[in-house]
């Protein structure tokens, strides 16, 4: 597997930031390479005086009612004929790199396969085309799903109640902290208990949550082996402790095997126990978190149930919610009729005492109908089963790689040779001394054609990658990306620095300033500009 180190030698080494030169031995006339096609933006190839329809000059055969308001300079919209409009978008398009064009192994992220199957039914007319504002009696079919779907989510949890509202696993956070809140104040205690413990090993949305909510957080300490101790638990505990946010499986892609153990203790205190579930993949059909003690859980429908995420698309976070918690659930609630058929959704119901609304309307209907087909064409077997496979998975990745990479959390527990859940948690040691680091690492992943794991997350191991198969992939694509590893390892260790400090070199796009764009973000196009 020594080829493209070889093949990588003859390669001129262009300046990092150049981003318009074709790195090959053979430039092209064009610069685009073969089917790579380098496609400006549509302001720079299209024009205001080009369209790609005709329409006729409107013949003046109504009163003008826009009542002044008429336009009075050109609209400026920059135009194309039909197939370079169609051409622009799918070259476009084909600089994705997407889990339907490769394995993404991004760590947390679960970018799992999403079945035809979810498509197929989420784009059934009755669906697809429904609109919130539609009268109620005409879309009960559609409430019937999202009960449906609610109905396997509190199954699957083992909890009493669901918020189906909430757009996406930060949403459902503070969904749940707000449901916690409003158990505090019911009780009395809302303005006393001001602080929510959350581990140094969670995910930013934790503490950011919250925040927002209007929580002070105090950082809990992991132990060596990646988990968190029930000891410093009931220390930091107190009268003024509102809740915990714990992740489970954690983002270390460890079993917080404890977890009982903290629930009693935070339950004990009166603080109300919020569990991360971005991980429930690891555990759906295996264990129910309303028997670990949870108080309130989002549940990330774009990851564990398999509908289509990242870029920004559409995300869904439902919030599983315990028995002491079911009363402040978030409206609309379902109301059924005397002969328990669906009627509509409503703002009032008896015995509840909801905090408020999530959103307008009913969330992410899509979202929604995907993940109830995910679930429906699993199974109860089928969703313990790929629960189990994409342990399995994380495990194989392991297991094939703890010689070459720095596994986390191997050494600091001999005493608990545990297996990971669905997620291989690397550090950079295998990098000490060779002048590369995680990202220039990741980088050369880029070249290899696969999309680098999470990096430097979690914040608790240095230099992280975080590597989450899946369920989805074949072993043939784990062998492959495994020995795409193994290669990059050691060619790693054996200098070949080249190969990894200005990577990567084949990428349309290659080394940009992200901290630039993300703190200076340039969002309109100006002409001419540098
Ligand atoms: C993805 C993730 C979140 C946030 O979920 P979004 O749907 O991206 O808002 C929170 N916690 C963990 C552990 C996650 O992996």
């Known amino acids: 597997m020594n080829k493209p180190t070889n ?90 790199f997407a889990i339907d064009s490769g394995m993404y192994p991004l760590g947390s992220c679960t970018m799992k396969h999403n079945p035809r199957i979810n498509e197929k039914i989420a784009r059934l007319p009755g669906l697809a085309d429904i609109h919130p504002l539609q009268p109620q009696q005409t879309v009960r079919g559609a409430i019937e799903v999202i009960e449906n779907l609610a109905d396997w989510l509190m199954k699957l949890t083992g909890m009493a109640a669901v918020a189906m509202s909430p757009k996406a696993g930060a949403h459902g956070e503070l969904c749940g902290m707000m449901a916690i809140e409003a158990a505090l104040r019911a009780r009395g205690e809302a303005t006393k208990r001001t602080k929510v413990l959350i581990p140094e090993s969670a995910h930013g949305t934790n503490p950011a949550t919250a925040v927002f909510v209007g929580y002070q957080v105090q950082t809990i300490k992991t132990r060596d082996d990646g988990t968190v101790d029930p000891a410093t638990i009931r220390e930091a505990l107190s009268d003024e402790v509102a809740a915990i946010m714990l992740t489970n499986p954690n983002t270390c892609g460890l079993f917080e095997r404890d977890i009982m153990e903290i629930a009693d203790a935070v339950h004990e205190a009166g603080a109300y126990f919020y569990c991360d579930g971005a991980n429930f993949n690891a555990i759906m059909g295996r264990a129910r978190p309303g028997d670990l003690g949870v108080d309130a859980m989002h549940i990330n429908l774009h990851k564990t149930f398999s509908t289509p995420h990242g870029g920004g698309g559409p995300g869904a976070g439902p919030v599983v919610l315990s028995e002491a918690l079911a009363k402040f659930a978030p409206v609309p609630f379902v109301h059924r009729n005397a002969d328990d058929n669906i009627v509509s959704l409503v703002e009032h119901k008896q015995g509840t005492q909801a905090f408020g609304r999530m959103t307008a309307f009913h969330g992410q209907m899509g979202m929604n109908t995907r993940a109830l087909a995910y679930i429906l064409s699993h199974g109860q077997d089928g969703i313990k089963q790929a629960a189990e496979d994409a342990v399995l998975n994380a495990n194989y990745v392991k297991a094939k790689l703890k010689d070459v990479l720095t596994p986390s959390f191997e050494e600091q527990s001999p005493g608990f040779k545990r297996p990971a859940m669905h997620e291989a948690l690397f550090q950079d040691d295998f990098l000490k001394d060779t002048g590369i680091t995680t990202l220039d690492f990741a980088k050369a992943m880029i070249d290899e054609g696969f999309h680098p794991m999470t990096m430097y997350f979690p914040l608790v191991v240095h230099g992280a990658m975080l590597i989450e198969p899946t369920e989805s992939e074949s072993k043939d694509t784990l062998d492959q990306f495994i020995a795409t590893m193994r290669d990059l390892a050691k060619s790693a260790q054996n200098g070949e620095t080249e190969r990894f400090l200005n990577a990567p070199f084949h990428a349309p796009m290659r080394r940009l300033d992200e901290t630039l764009a993300a703190r200076k973000p340039i969002l309109k196009w100006t002409p001419n500009a540098d």
């Open 7 to 96: 093949k990588m030698n003859n390669v001129g080494r262009p300046s990092a930031p150049n981003i318009t030169e074709t790195h090959t031995d053979h430039p092209t006339f064009t610069g685009n390479k073969a089917l790579q096609i380098n496609e400006p933006l549509l302001f720079e190839v299209g024009s205001v005086e080009q369209t790609g329809v005709d329409i006729a000059a409107p013949r003046d055969v109504s009163a003008n009612r826009l009542g002044g308001l008429d336009r009075d300079e050109e609209i400026g919209l920059y135009g194309l004929s039909e197939p370079q409009t169609m051409r622009h978008y799918v070259r476009l398009s084909q600089k994705n």
